[in-house]
């Protein structure tokens, strides 16, 4: 069995090594929030480290679904205030629980812009997100939305 497979592909050589799994990928262990010093909060801040799920949320915060009356709904990018958005999802205390409800956004959109961008970089910094990366984002939802 083993000639067979090497002669259909030279480069394996144990053909029974094992692969990650799924029961590999059910076992990751949810990474603990990391705290970041804030310079000019003068304080430590615990940020999460994203999940699927979370920047799940973050996109669809993005979106806004209006009611038509007549048809079904429509959907609209809601690109204001996309930056406290993301604080949302990624400010937690030391446990790791969100401090910010979904669309509470708005409880931090009149804070300094200078603590909110310090904020930011931090949360970027921790889940390893380019403002490029954001920005893809951004771009992905500049074509007209579908709710199919």
């Given amino acids: 069995m083993t000639e067979k497979i090497e002669e259909i592909n030279p480069t394996v050589t144990n053909p029974v090594e094992k692969a990650f799994g799924r029961a590999d990928f059910l076992n ?3 990474p603990l929030p990391i705290k970041k010093y804030i310079k000019s909060l003068k304080t430590d ?3 999460r480290v994203l999940s699927g799920a979370d920047v799940e949320d973050w ?3 993005l979106i806004k679904i ?3 009356p007549i048809g079904p709904p ?3 990018r809601d690109l204001m205030s996309s930056r406290t958005k993301w604080l949302v999802v990624c400010l937690c205390d030391s446990t790791g629980r969100r401090l910010f409800k979904p669309g509470e956004h708005g409880l931090l959109d009149k804070k300094p ?3 909110l961008k310090e904020l930011f970089e931090a949360s970027q910094e921790v889940n390893s997100i380019s403002e490029e990366d954001l920005n893809d984002t951004r771009k992905n939802l500049s074509t007209e939305p579908s709710l199919d």
């Fill in 45 to 47: 801040v615990y940020f």
């Fill in 59 to 61: 996109d669809n915060s």
């Fill in 113 to 115: 812009a200078k603590v």
């Fill in 74 to 76: 429509k959907m609209e």
């Fill in 28 to 30: 990751i262990e949810e």
């Fill in 66 to 68: 209006i009611d038509q």
